[in-house]
């Protein structure tokens, strides 16, 4: 038999009370939901998956959220306050024949949780093994990912779960941890501890609670008691023992929200300088390389657009190889891409269309496809009519044919509008000599 599983799912999903040797961060575990710390926008009264608990009912559903923010534990303690059955795997390990066998065994006891932590790890084999018992209700699927699932679990299976951001743990939640741990915990609790500054602990952590509390226990066995056997935490102890410098970037808090905007910003505006010392920032305090690569990818497309198409290209290969190649060399692989972006001709025009086309839509409704422009793959269809008076695009000069391709109702209305640079100019050129006065090129 293999040994990941038991003959059936755990009726309870009780996380095991770790021996006295286990990391502080897994003694403080919480084995009550009542205990659990953080997270309120979804766990509080008029949180989300409160109301699935008062409901009596878990759907399907994937936990986004940075590590060290309680995805595993909070997983655990859902099942388990709702006594469903649950059985867990992790992504590293666990193949498609795990999956098998864990469904095969969740046929025979319905409701059964399958919790798979790091599932952006998964490949697209082992998560296409999971879409039939998800969408019949064989296993409600939690996963766990500190990747965006929109980029890392594929569209069938993210169709089928909900998504919920977890937040990095805000200073309070993190000082609150702390206070906990040195009163309840058996190995703490027993030193007298006076944590007289805890500015370096919160931003060493980045909103991680098992690294504060990792790096709390170390700090607390390795600085010696003074004459009165009492331990003294300060900033300066705590970087000492960290051998880090105190981070002056928290990439989990608002710090982190305001330095991309200033990085966006920079590109937008045409200053290198600034955006290559924002980049630095970010790389410093440790941010993710690929998501400031794929702001850059936005970035590109909403403010770049067509004034020059190759910057959308290079800052599709920018996220690419920083997604193979990850740190310390992606820092070059950025700053080449943050300089050419930075000083590219500039163009919302494309963005703005989109948001104009988008707002018609929304406010009119759908206006019915012209009969030429319409598929015909039935005699009836071809009896109305569909498809018969298009004209072949390629069959006139130029490869153009003069046609109506808006539906009646729109027709002439212009929701590009080409920006004021050289590539766009010419733009406007063709179109004018394709469209004549027809929409005001």
Known sequence: MNSLFPDEPTPAPAIPTPGPDAPLAERQRPRRLADYAGQTHLLGPEGVLRRYLNSGRLPSLILWGPPGVGKTTLANLLAAELKQPFTALSAINAGVKDVREVIDRAKRQRGTVLFIDEIHRFSKAQQDALLGAVENGTVTLIGATTENPSFEVIPALLSRCQVYVLEPLSPEILRGLVDKALAEDSALSQKKVKLEDDRALLALSGGDGRKLLNLLEIVVQSTPPDKKGVVHITDAV????????????????????????????????????AALYYLAVMLEGGEDVKFIARRMLILAAEDIGNANPNALMLATSCFQACTVIGLPESDLILAQTVVYLATSPKSNASYMAIRAAQAEVQQHGVHPVPVPLRNAPTRLMKQLGYGQEYRYSHNGEGNFEEQEFLPEALSGTRFYEPGLNAAEQKIQERLRGWWGEKYGY
Do not use: C, T, W
């Not at 880090?244 to 989990?252: I, N, S």
């Open 238 to 273: 705590v970087q000492q023992v960290a051998q880090r410098p105190l981070a002056r970037y928290d990439k989990g808090g608002e710090m982190h929200y305001d330095v991309i905007s200033a990085f966006i910003k920079s590109m937008r505006g045409s200053d290198p300088n």
